[in-house]
């Protein structure tokens, strides 16, 4: 007998829109609409708001809508401390805690994301070399399991399911509710810096000179070749006090003006994103950073979601969808191995117009992304020529050491994950003792023989 709580079948897919699956997917209310389907044993996984890339959060028997778990449930301002359900948005937190002087200690780059896939995906931002990832945030998190179980786990309670569920994708099991740290903030602003980078090698050595600002991070320009590989834009940026603020700003300095938001209506004709046109937008991009160049005051929205001002901005890829790559090599492989990738995308023409390199420090996550190294990522429009590129990719990244962000992924293989990374066997046998692999389990995880 079919679940009263299930939905009719429907199509879903995640950021990048492929790969797309029919999915029967469900909206619980409570934590005993979700015991409710645990107890006829349908492998299921929590989806949040869907930004993650690929098929991380679909499973075509139960895919578990958290949108209802979207409340706030206690603040502590002495110590900055939140308590929030899985399914309430970053860009909620946001409106109400930035003009009250509070910003998440770590953010990934849009706001649209839920609590509980920060915690999933264990997210980084442009401070992980100095803060590490959201995991350095999470006080405690309350996680519904196998048998319908729901543990406290902390670094001092249910320490293991702890550090396995932070980053663990999903697949250990539903989470409900966590606390989760601010910062104080004196005002809505960021002291910005760009600094233009003819190359790699200046880009990164501009990285290494700037180690201890906290929050850095690149636009690489991956069509360019020659002496130019990997010339990029390099913005720094620190909480602005409010002593340093332009007098403009002083009076109101944790409000920022209304920010205009646009709308991709339509989907954009496949093949509009080519070597022309990305080379085109790269170059103008540039052009248009160099005359920028130096400090400025921007607002946090302006700083940490630039594309979410542009609504429905994965339509531009087309119909077909389009795929990242993100990998993170270590750091004595890392000038090697950014270089080799760079020549490969360049070669192939196969540029992405949202290139990002970030540095990343040392991970605490059992099964966490980042390693203290760098990472790249860039996205493509779906196509077989892409998933060539794809497989050269993921190639030059185990040639130099480095591994895959899952939040990210729909294309590698089980043997490419294994050979990045030590620790999946691991996480596997994890899955099978606890018979989490019974009850959770996602399109990726199939893929991926997780």
Not at 29 to 41: A, K, N, V
Not at 44 to 57: Q, T
Not at 122 to 149: I, R
């Amino acid at each position: 007998m079919s679940s009263p709580l299930a939905l009719r079948a429907k199509k879903l897919a995640g950021w990048g829109r492929y790969p797309v699956q029919t999915c029967h997917v469900y909206c619980p209310r409570s934590e005993s609409e979700i015991i409710q389907l645990l107890q006829q044993d349908l492998p299921l996984i929590a989806r949040g708001n869907g930004r993650a890339y690929g098929d991380s959060a679909l499973n075509r028997e139960a895919t578990l809508q958290m949108s209802r778990f979207n409340r706030l449930l206690g603040f502590n301002p002495q110590t900055g401390q939140l308590i929030a359900e899985a399914g309430v948005l970053l860009a909620e937190i946001l409106e109400i805690f930035v003009p009250r002087g509070w910003f998440p200690w770590i953010t990934p780059g849009t706001k649209f994301v839920t609590v509980g896939g920060m915690i999933a995906a264990d997210v980084h931002g442009k401070n992980h070399h100095k803060e590490g990832s959201f995991l350095n945030s999470v006080d405690w998190l309350d996680l519904l399991t196998t048998a319908g179980q729901v543990y406290r786990c902390s670094r001092s309670e249910n320490r293991d399911l702890f550090y396995w569920t932070v980053g663990g994708m999903g697949l250990t099991g539903v989470i409900l509710r966590a606390a989760f740290r601010l910062r104080p903030i004196e005002t809505a602003w960021i002291r910005q810096t760009i600094h233009i980078a003819k190359n790699l090698d200046e880009a990164l050595d501009l990285f290494e000179a700037f180690e201890a600002v906290t929050y850095s991070v690149a636009w690489i320009d991956c069509l360019a070749g020659g002496a130019q590989l990997g010339r990029s834009v390099v913005i720094l940026g620190e909480h602005a006090t409010r002593e340093a603020l332009p007098p403009k700003y002083r009076q109101q300095p944790l409000q920022i003006p209304q920010r205009r938001k646009f709308s991709i209506p339509l989907d954009f004709p496949n093949g509009a994103l080519n070597a022309w046109t990305v080379r085109a937008f790269n170059q103008l991009y540039f052009l248009s950073q160099q005359r920028k160049a130096g400090q400025s005051f921007v607002d946090w929205d302006t700083f940490f979601y630039p594309l979410d001002s542009l609504l429905g901005w994965n339509r531009i890829y087309g119909r077909r969808g389009f795929v990242q790559f993100q990998c993170v090599l270590p750091l004595a492989r890392a000038r090697e191995g950014l270089a080799a990738l760079l020549h490969c995308t360049s070669a192939a023409g196969a540029g992405s117009f949202l290139a990002v390199l970030k540095k990343l420090g040392h991970s605490q996550g059992y099964f966490s992304f980042p390693m203290a190294g760098y990472t790249l990522a860039m996205d493509f429009p779906m196509s077989r020529r892409t998933l060539q590129v794809l497989d050269q990719l993921e190639e030059i990244t185990l040639q130099h050491g480095g591994r895959f962000y899952l939040a990210k992924d729909s294309h590698l293989s089980p043997l490419r994950l294994r050979q990045s990374d030590a620790r999946v066997e691991s996480f596997v046998q994890a899955r099978q003792t606890h018979r989490w692999a019974v009850n959770f389990a996602s399109e990726q995880s199939r893929r991926l023989n997780l």
